[in-house]
């Protein structure tokens, strides 16, 4: 693309812009401030107000899928291991563990101090329960596919199996056993995700789907859940029979659900918060002006994305489409003028920083501007369209100014070269979620993939055909083989390149258009100490204290 051409598109962008958005705040946020009395009548309290996003789906572990619900899980409960402040493994309530010669047992020695938020110990059969919670189909668990690599695991998911014949067993109290089809090489990352933390038996017996509200919710972190305002905050209190307690310098912690940026912002300017979720990326030249001691940006294991919908026409049988609406996005404008905060143009799946991987590219990566669009409108002419019968595709996305100034920029770049008919569409984020899961009525989604491990198989596993999180209803045979080889492969070279065979295949068909890798941007208050960055942006509550003058 020439400069002048490249001028013009960007102006392009910037009328379309300043054309179809008006800032406004969406949503009545609550303007409650829970914790400033409370700290002003027992100043000694320590109270930490965190931004977390939009409203969680479940505090459930099992049964969430969102970072907002996962930043709360993680104050909430712990699993056999957890993080360091740097983002390192490290025992959680397993304080050390054997592996078998063959990789396939693994063995946990459980601490003995380790309770549950009611005072009783945890122990073996908890975890027993609970990953078989996980497996059964009736839990409907979003991450069930984590079991998997366990003996008997596909078999229940597919429901061939009862869960209690998961390979996993408690011999003792504070000895808990998994048994493994193939090495698992991530299993010890694996084993900090959210969907595999221990929940309390009797309390699902007792309240069943309302678990995870407040006074139901037995847990065995940090914290215990204290109250939920839906569309406002939830708040946890110090959990006194967390083992680690005497580590925790925080007394309570509330969590505020905010899915517009700019009214986060505006809180945190307020005082009301002590870091923030993220920030509102048109306000990042202002932020740098102003708060530049306290913004922090750091490489995340994310990748931005729009999902396209192969379930139904137009994306259904039709990679050209695909493909020419992939190439005709110009990253690099994206990253340098609409989000601009150091974000990395994606041209593959997975995010460069990943552990012993190296990421792969769409086919096309090394042509020119100039090159991909002459190339797109190839593809979209072969696809059956153009002038006269020009492609109609919706992009919906969750309200957000940053997704909504992303998508009005692609819908301007879709139309520049390729003439594409684009409709924006965007609503709450739980409601978007449910369109998306339907996978009737939506086309193009805007969504972000968070690597739940430091390790390529996090991002892998999202294209596998049987994978409950596989929103865009990729199924190819030949992918799922390499992922089902890579999962017995023990030796890490050959695993690593069978998993780079299957991002080139994958991306080589397209069933989602991955746009830039993210970086995490924060604004944390000078008060806040002991934050320490990583690239699974993680922030247990438990690690952090406060010191106001």
Do not use: C
Not at 7 to 21: R, S
Not at 63 to 81: I, K, M, V, W, Y
Not at 258 to 271: H, W
Not at 530 to 539: A, F, S, V, Y
Request: aromatic residues 10%; glycine residues 6%.
């Amino acid at each position: 693309m020439s400069e002048q051409h490249k001028k013009h598109l960007f102006a392009a962008v910037v009328l379309a812009v300043v054309a179809l958005l008006v800032w406004q705040a969406t949503g009545k946020q609550s303007t409650e401030t829970p914790g400033l009395a409370e700290q002003q009548n027992q100043p000694t309290e320590a109270v930490l107000r965190r931004g977390n996003g939009p409203e969680p789906e479940s505090l459930n572990p099992q049964n969430s899928r969102t970072d907002p619900a996962f930043n709360l899980a993680r104050d909430l409960f712990e699993g056999l291991l957890t993080h360091a402040p740097n983002g390192d493994l490290v025992p959680g309530v397993a304080t050390s563990w054997d592996i078998s010669e063959d990789g396939l047992t693994y063995t946990f020695h459980l601490r003995p101090d380790a309770r549950w938020s009611n005072g009783d110990p945890v122990v073996a059969s908890d975890f027993v329960y609970s990953f078989r919670r996980l497996a059964d189909p009736s839990t409907a668990a979003f991450y069930a596919q984590n079991m998997a690599p366990v003996v008997n695991g596909s078999a229940i998911l597919s429901g061939e199996m009862d869960a209690s014949e998961l390979g996993v067993e408690a011999p003792d109290p504070a000895t808990f056993v998994v048994y493994l089809v193939t090495p698992t090489p991530y299993l010890l990352d694996l084993l900090t995700h959210p969907s595999m933390y221990p929940v309390n038996a009797a309390a699902i017996d007792a309240h069943g789907k309302d678990y995870g509200r407040p006074g139901n919710l037995v847990s065995n972190g940090a914290f215990v859940l204290e109250e939920w305002v839906v569309g406002a905050y939830i708040s946890v209190r110090r959990n006194d029979h967390y083992w680690g307690n005497q580590g925790n310098r925080i007394d309570r912690v509330i969590f505020y659900n905010t899915s517009d940026d700019s009214a986060e912002l505006k809180r945190y300017r307020a005082g009301e918060l002590d870091f923030t979720y993220t920030i509102p990326l048109q306000q990042f030249r202002w932020i740098k002006e102003n708060l530049a001691d306290e913004f922090r940006v750091h490489p995340y294991l994310t990748t931005y994305y729009y999902g396209l919908n192969l379930r139904k026409p137009p994306f259904k049988d039709s990679p050209q489409l695909r493909q020419a609406l992939a190439m005709s996005i110009d990253r690099e404008l994206l990253t340098e003028k609409i989000t601009g905060v150091g974000e990395l143009p994606a041209y593959g799946w997975v995010p460069p920083g990943t552990s012993n991987y190296t990421p792969q590219s769409f086919a096309w990566a090394g042509m020119d501007a100039a090159q991909r669009n002459a190339r797109a409108k190839q593809l979209y002419a072969q696809a059956g369209y153009g002038p006269e019968n020009p492609a109609q595709v919706e992009i919906r996305y969750n309200t957000a100014e940053t997704h909504q100034r992303i998508a009005v920029a692609v819908a301007s770049m879709w139309k520049d070269v390729l003439g594409v008919e684009t409709t924006l569409v965007n609503e709450e984020f739980q409601v978007l979620i449910q369109h998306i899961r339907q996978g009737e009525i939506t086309q193009a989604f805007r969504s972000s993939w968070i690597g739940d491990y430091n390790d390529a198989q996090t991002f892998a596993v999202f294209f596998q055909s049987d994978f409950d999180l596989n929103l865009s209803g990729y199924n190819n045979p030949a992918y799922d083989a390499l992922l089902a080889q890579a999962s017995r492969e023990n030796d890490l070279a050959k695993r690593r390149g069978l998993l780079e065979q299957a991002e080139s295949l994958m991306l080589a068909d397209t069933p989602v258009i991955p746009m830039y890798f993210h970086v995490s941007r924060h604004l944390v208050k000078p008060w806040v100490k002991d934050w320490q960055d990583n690239i699974m942006n993680l922030q247990y509550s438990r690690h952090l204290s406060l010191q106001r003058d």
